[in-house]
């Protein structure tokens, strides 16, 4: 039953290679193997690359078993229409085609198991460039919010610092009259007089100004300070939404570039294990000698051929044959009396049917 399998899998005509010897018959059954085999890596190569994409389970295996039939038609027409020749560089020509298929088939199917085998240092490649990637990210979006932060900082620290030069202006006048009051500066006399009184009145003008001036800048301080903390919370909010962007960022292109950030040699290998799976079977036709299956496909193939252009030959000599009878028929026709005194007996009467007709018409008309 397996066998019988693997030859369907081949591409052989199963009732041509029942009559074939029994070494033959493995001989294709293993080249069936290959086929089929190479059909099934394919089914769960191109699976495992989908459910990269999808995230599903069920379409992944759906579209690769899709796949894996594909694939598995491709390398039975590949396989089942090479035909031995009489020179090995026909048979090349021949094949080469076949072979370009072949090759490409096998970096379809290698590259995403290449992807699975190397899965872990494909992870920590990925890991690498999502930890640059989120910082970018968070420089990119600092870039955007720090201008205005430091713009309102600013503003802040001159309102704050209009704040201490008016409270270093009372500070001086309060020093002034005290030290007038003491009798240390100014008129140098102690006591309460005129002067002292008139510098008491300029501080405490100063004084009601820095308190007002405080009242005023502490509000405007106290809106920047809201206002920063607000566009702090949009930058913190800017960056959670787009974590989960970094985060994904794990899909079946991003593999493949950190896969090719990896040495090439182990990669290259796996292709090219693949590449010989793929191309053994069209290699096996290619390098084997004409075989007992080949000698009795070709003459069946020969005898169909041989049987059609009879038939074809037939035809043409039956075509041939119904023409010249044909012409001898009429030929005889023409010196026939009796036929050509009913011609002339019919022309007789169309023509007086003409006169007819025209002598009514031109009747009509006067």
């Given at each position: ?164 030069i008016k409270e270093k202006e009372t500070n001086q006048l ?193």
């Amino acid at each position: 039953m397996i066998k019988r399998f693997f030859l369907l899998c081949s591409g052989v005509d199963l009732h041509l290679i029942d009559k074939c010897s029994n070494g033959e018959q493995n001989k294709y059954a293993g080249i069936g193997a290959t086929v089929f085999f190479t059909a099934l890596m394919a089914t769960i190569a191109s699976s495992y690359a989908l459910y990269t994409i999808f995230d599903s389970i069920y379409i992944a295996i759906g579209f690769g078993i899709v796949w894996g039939l594909l694939i598995f038609n491709l390398d039975r027409y590949i396989v089942s229409t090479l035909r031995k020749k009489k020179k090995f560089t026909h048979e090349f020509l021949q094949a080469l085609p076949r072979l370009i298929l072949a090759i490409i088939i096998a970096i379809v199917i290698s590259k995403p198991l290449e992807l699975k085998i190397f899965e872990k240092e494909i992870n920590q490649v990925l890991l690498s460039e999502k930890n640059k990637m989120t910082l970018d990210n968070k420089k990119q979006i600092a870039d955007l919010f720090n201008p205005e932060i430091e713009k309102k900082q600013q503003e802040i620290t001159s309102l704050k610092t209009e704040i201490e030069i008016k409270e270093k202006e009372t500070n001086q006048l309060y020093e002034t009259y005290i030290a007038e009051a003491e009798g240390r500066k100014g008129t140098k006399l102690k006591g309460k007089g005129p002067v002292y009184k008139e510098k008491r009145e300029k501080h405490d003008t100063a004084l009601a100004e820095l308190s007002e001036l405080k009242k005023n800048n502490t509000e405007k301080i106290q809106t920047k300070e809201n206002k920063i903390n607000e566009l702090i919370q949009q930058q913190k909010e800017r960056e959670v939404n787009t974590q989960p962007i970094i985060t994904n960022f794990d899909g079946l292109m991003a593999r493949i570039n950190a896969l090719n950030t990896l040495p090439w040699l182990p990669s290259f290998f796996i292709f090219l294990l693949f590449l010989a799976i793929e191309t053994s079977p069209i290699f096996t036709k290619l390098i084997s000698s004409k075989s007992e299956y080949d000698y009795k496909l070709e003459n069946q193939e020969s005898e169909l051929a041989t049987w059609i252009q009879q038939q074809i030959d037939q035809r043409n000599k039956i075509l041939e044959t119904d023409i010249d009878i044909n012409t001898q028929v009429y030929d005889d026709l023409k010196t026939e009396e009796e036929l050509y005194n009913y011609k002339q007996k019919m022309a007789k009467n169309l023509m007086k049917l003409q006169s007819d007709s025209f002598f009514e018409n031109q009747k009509h008309l006067l």
